[in-house]
């Protein structure tokens, strides 16, 4: 069985720091797209970075650039999200997950949508407070 979990959520203040992990069980990700969402209350879901395993490409939407980074553990079977500086707009439903079919050039220049993601963990919540 196919299990993402994530983990790392919880409540700073703004301008503190966050590491999320997302641990993949029953299925190698190698060669495969990750990538972190999020969804605010209200909103729709949104994606944040991906990263390409087989080649460690990276991709950021342009409201955490500079401020997240995506990484990979493949021995452990991994993603991790760090993310510095966060802002109160940050605050979301972080979920991870992976793309088995999504090639590394539309993966690493954004060319994606939630629906490319065939596989989803249930979500670590991040609140930042003013």
């Known amino acids: 069985q196919v299990q993402l979990v994530e983990s790392g959520g919880g409540s700073v203040q703004a301008g503190g720091s966050l590491r999320l992990s997302c641990v993949v069980s029953?299925?190698?990700?190698?060669?495969?797209?990750m990538a972190w969402f999020r969804q605010a209350p209200g909103k729709a879901r949104e994606g944040v970075a991906t990263?390409?395993?087989?080649?460690?490409?990276?991709y950021y939407t342009n409201s955490v650039k500079g401020r997240f980074t995506i990484s990979q553990d493949n021995a452990k079977n991994t993603l991790y999200l760090q993310m510095n500086n966060l802002k109160p707009e940050d605050t979301a439903m972080y979920y991870c997950?992976?793309?088995?079919?999504?090639?590394?050039?539309?993966?690493?220049?954004?060319?994606?949508?939630?629906?490319?993601?065939?596989?989803w963990g249930q979500g670590t919540q991040v609140t930042v407070s003013s």
């Open positions: 029953g299925y190698t990700v190698s060669n495969h797209c």
């Open positions: 990263i390409y395993t087989g080649g460690d490409s990276t």
């Open positions: 997950a992976a793309a088995p079919f999504l090639g590394q050039g539309r993966c690493s220049r954004g060319y994606w949508a939630a629906n490319d993601f065939h596989l």
